[in-house]
């Protein structure tokens, strides 16, 4: 089945919305549920889900851990497509 159907389905939202209350609570407090379910997109490119229950257990048993790895692979990505003027405001320099 597509991730995207996955998504759109009324349990996994609802999935989403606990884990990311729960992660937020206990450890990462800037959390919000677009950043878990982007941390899930990626996670589900590579581990294939078949049915609703893989979708919920997967999400559920997410660890903080995970959704930061995700984010700071996705912020190496972007940075290394940013050109050194996008990082002038960084370094105190003007931006051109």
């Known amino acids: 089945m597509d991730t ?3 998504l759109d389905d009324k349990y ?5 919305a606990l884990k990311a209350n729960q992660l937020k609570r ?3 407090s800037s ?5 878990v379910e982007s941390a899930l997109i990626g996670k589900w490119k590579y581990d294939r889900i078949d049915t609703l229950h893989d979708a919920v257990n ?3 048993n997410l660890t903080a851990n995970e959704v930061v ?3 700071s692979n996705e912020a190496i990505i972007m940075g290394s497509k940013m050109k050194i003027n996008d990082f002038q405001d960084l370094f105190g320099g003007e931006k051109r």
């Open 31 to 35: 959390l919000t549920y677009q950043l």
């Open 12 to 16: 996994v939202k609802l999935a989403i």
């Open 26 to 28: 206990e450890q990462l």
């Open 4 to 6: 995207r159907k996955f």
């Open 69 to 71: 790895a995700y984010l």
């Open 58 to 60: 997967d999400i559920l």
